[in-house]
């Protein structure tokens, strides 16, 4: 079982930079990737970023590429996601999830397959 706390939301200017982290309990054999999703009031929940277990491949969603890094620290078992030169459509709760179901490829740009699902911290960009 695969059991994830997120942290590090908060307050940012536009312009500014933020990261998150997320802490993984849990085998690694039991999950594909790790993913970073945001939701929105009265929009869907979004992958953002993600990073593949077994490889070290990252992939970002159009909207954060060249912005946000995902990132992993193997020893502390934390994957962070750096979020620099923020703007206000950044706004949103964030979650992080594990893959745990294949649909075909790993890190999955739904949501569908990943859970561990935490209570998600906010980001709110304003100035």
């Known amino acids: 079982q695969v059991t994830l706390v997120e942290s590090g939301g908060g307050l940012v200017q536009p312009g500014g930079s933020l990261r998150l982290s997320c802490v993984v309990s849990?085998?690694?054999?039991?999950?594909?990737?790790i993913g970073w999703f945001r939701q929105a009031p009265e929009k869907e929940r979004e992958r953002v970023s993600c990073?593949?277990?077994?490889?070290?491949?990252?992939r970002d969603a159009d909207s954060v590429k060249g912005r946000f890094t995902i990132s992993r620290d193997n020893a502390k078992n934390t994957v962070y996601l750096q979020m620099n030169n923020q703007s206000p459509e950044d706004a949103a709760v964030y979650y992080c999830?594990?893959?745990?179901?294949?649909?075909?490829?790993?890190?999955?740009?739904?949501?569908?397959?990943?859970?561990?699902w935490g209570q998600g911290p906010r980001v709110t960009v304003s100035s």
């Open positions: 849990g085998s690694t054999r039991d999950y594909y990737a």
């Open positions: 990073f593949t277990t077994q490889t070290g491949m990252t």
């Open positions: 999830a594990a893959e745990v179901t294949f649909y075909g490829a790993v890190c999955y740009v739904g949501p569908v397959g990943y859970g561990g």
